[in-house]
């Protein structure tokens, strides 16, 4: 069984290193939700309004809203530092009451303390303790970034932690809408109601309950599955301009060729130099004219 929080409970002078374990679990069947065009799942994305961007995890930071849209924000090294101080304390025994005086409305979640190393004796005197008084111990600790209030019992031969909420966390019972104010019920009506009570009376059985909606619906599930009324979700279409290393070395030398000088930028240079030829040949074809000239003289 997996390991929650490591830790001890104290009572007077007495300290008992504990291991706290899940008591219960959801079996709840989760359903996914997928597009109707394409079965695919929907991504759920962190995104800011103003900005219209996506946020990832290192830019978020936490900050209590004390009004509308007015914040103190609150730093993790604040928030660590707070929690540190309550987390070094030890679960505390505060009163021991009976078991009745508390209503269920206050329980919340149930786990199970397994004596740690070194533990068992001191486990086993507070278990035996409480069996023989009849009573429950109600303690203080900080679990999941939270300070709890708890009911520490035994259960089957094991000691039992509930979490309880705390009286403000308990709405008031009069703001229920509609609730009738007590009027006379007729006699027949309350021992015939009585009657029905006493006929369905028994010892409670919890293996007697079942959860039919979630049965009904594993078994529509597989037998969907059977019949292979399935669907695979289609796979995100990668994108097309560089998709791999071959594809990107292509696409530069195409690019590179796209660039590269035309033929038509070779054939200028011939015809500069042509230019410079005809403008060389002038001033020789002027010489011999002079020498000819110095002859007939």
Same mark, same amino acid.
């Given at each position: 069984m997996h390991t929650m929080w490591k830790g001890t409970i104290s009572f007077g002078l007495v300290n008992i290193p504990v291991k706290l374990h899940a008591a219960t679990e959801n079996k709840d069947v989760r359903l996914r939700q997928l597009h109707k065009k394409c079965q695919s799942p929907i991504k759920y994305e962190k995104v800011c309004p103003v900005c219209e961007e996506e946020v990832g995890t290192d830019d978020i930071v936490k900050a209590y809203e004390y009004a509308k849209n007015k914040f103190v924000m609150l730093t993790e090294e604040e928030i660590a530092e707070l929690q540190e101080e309550q987390t070094e304390k030890a679960v505390e025994i505060v009163d021991f009451v009976q078991l009745?005086?508390?209503?269920?409305?206050?329980?919340? @979640?149930? #786990? #199970? $303390?397994?004596?740690?190393? +070194? +533990? +068992?004796k001191a486990y086993t005197l507070l278990r035996e303790a409480l069996e023989e008084t009849g009573k429950i111990g109600v303690a203080k600790m900080m679990i999941r970034s939270k300070e709890q209030l708890a009911a520490i019992r035994v259960y089957e031969n094991t000691l039992v932690m509930e979490t309880i909420h705390y009286p403000d966390e308990v709405r008031n019972v009069q703001d229920v809408p509609n609730v009738p104010e007590q009027a006379e019920t007729p006699q027949k009506e309350?021992?015939?109601?009585?009657?029905?009570?006493?006929? $369905?009376?028994?010892?409670?059985?919890?293996?007697k #309950?079942?959860?039919? #909606? !979630?049965?009904?619906? $594993?078994?529509?599930?597989?037998?969907?599955?059977?019949?292979?009324? *399935? *669907?695979?979700?289609?796979?995100k279409p990668v994108q097309t301009n560089v998709t791999n290393l071959m594809e990107a070395l292509e696409a530069s030398l195409d690019k590179a060729q796209k660039t590269k000088p035309q033929p038509k930028e070779k054939a200028t240079a011939p015809k500069k130099t042509t230019a410079t030829a005809k403008k060389?040949?002038?001033?020789?074809?002027? *010489?011999?004219? @002079?020498?000819? *000239? !110095? @002859?007939?003289a």
């Amino acid at each position: 069984m997996h390991t929650m929080w490591k830790g001890t409970i104290s009572f007077g002078l007495v300290n008992i290193p504990v291991k706290l374990h899940a008591a219960t679990e959801n079996k709840d069947v989760r359903l996914r939700q997928l597009h109707k065009k394409c079965q695919s799942p929907i991504k759920y994305e962190k995104v800011c309004p103003v900005c219209e961007e996506e946020v990832g995890t290192d830019d978020i930071v936490k900050a209590y809203e004390y009004a509308k849209n007015k914040f103190v924000m609150l730093t993790e090294e604040e928030i660590a530092e707070l929690q540190e101080e309550q987390t070094e304390k030890a679960v505390e025994i505060v009163d021991f009451v009976q078991l009745k005086e508390i209503d269920p409305i206050y329980f919340e @979640k149930s #786990y #199970y $303390l397994s004596p740690n190393e +070194g +533990g +068992g004796k001191a486990y086993t005197l507070l278990r035996e303790a409480l069996e023989e008084t009849g009573k429950i111990g109600v303690a203080k600790m900080m679990i999941r970034s939270k300070e709890q209030l708890a009911a520490i019992r035994v259960y089957e031969n094991t000691l039992v932690m509930e979490t309880i909420h705390y009286p403000d966390e308990v709405r008031n019972v009069q703001d229920v809408p509609n609730v009738p104010e007590q009027a006379e019920t007729p006699q027949k009506e309350l021992d015939t109601a009585k009657m029905l009570i006493d006929q $369905l009376t028994s010892e409670f059985d919890p293996e007697k #309950y079942k959860d039919n #909606y !979630r049965t009904a619906l $594993l078994e529509l599930i597989e037998e969907k599955k059977n019949q292979d009324e *399935t *669907t695979t979700a289609k796979e995100k279409p990668v994108q097309t301009n560089v998709t791999n290393l071959m594809e990107a070395l292509e696409a530069s030398l195409d690019k590179a060729q796209k660039t590269k000088p035309q033929p038509k930028e070779k054939a200028t240079a011939p015809k500069k130099t042509t230019a410079t030829a005809k403008k060389t040949t002038k001033p020789k074809a002027a *010489t011999p004219k @002079k020498k000819q *000239t !110095r @002859k007939k003289a």
